[in-house]
Structure formats: C-alpha cells, structure tokens
C-alpha cells in the first residue's frame, strides 16, 4: 500500500511517503492558497498511486486548523484521510537530522518533510 503522510502548516507542507511499511521525506510544499495546496496534493497522490493519506495532528489551535485543512481537501481527494498524532514530530525531525549531519541549510528546507515522515513511520508501526 502507497501511504501519504502530510505535516501540515500554514505556509508550507511536509510530504512523505510510505510504501511496504517504510516511510521517506519526499518534498515541502509552500503555498498561499488552500486550493494551489490541494492541487499540487492531488498531483502527488495520481503520480505516487497514493491510496491512503495520513495528516499529522497536534494540539490546539494547530489542530483545529489541520481539522478545517482536510475538510478543505477531501472534496478534491477520493483517497482515504486519517488523522494521526504528530506531537514532538517536528523536534525529532530537527534532531535526527543535526545527528545524521544533514547541514543547516538542507535541514531548514526538508524539515517539515522530515517531521512528516516521522508522523507516518509512527503510524505504520503502530497498524
């Protein structure tokens, strides 16, 4: 099964892919309208033959706005959506890589697809 795990955030977008139970940071996407967003998503899921989604949730204020994200893209997703806890993601993405010595530069601009590879290797150990 072809898994795409989504950290979401208000300017940018975390992807992963899970495929045979591994998951791998595959870009960032920044946007400015939800509508660009779910389109470039869209593309993502026809050319990776994605058939389920996984979006990190947090708590709060963030995970109210990620409810009202996957709303905001179901009606143009046939792909199943399951929200999926994302706490301290971010953190250990941000670790990881200082400890796998990925530079700064290239840390700061896969980060949030670090975080969401995280989010969906979490969830694929866990089902």
Do not use: C, H, W
Request: proline residues 2%.
């Amino acid at each position: 099964m072809r898994i795409l795990g989504i950290d979401y955030g208000r300017a940018k977008v975390g992807i992963a892919l899970g495929i045979n139970g591994f998951s791998e940071p595959l870009n960032v996407i920044r946007y400015k309208d939800i509508k660009i967003l779910s389109d470039r998503i869209k593309l993502i899921i026809e050319k990776e033959k994605i058939e389920k989604i996984v979006v990190g949730i947090s708590e709060g204020q963030m995970a109210q706005e990620t409810k009202e994200f996957v709303k905001a893209i179901q009606p143009f997703i046939q792909s199943t959506i399951i929200l999926s806890d994302e706490t301290l993601s971010s953190q250990d993405a941000q670790r990881m890589s200082r400890e796998a010595g990925i530079g700064r530069t290239k840390r700061r601009e896969m980060e949030d697809a670090y975080a969401a590879s995280i989010m969906l290797q979490g969830y694929l150990d866990s089902n």
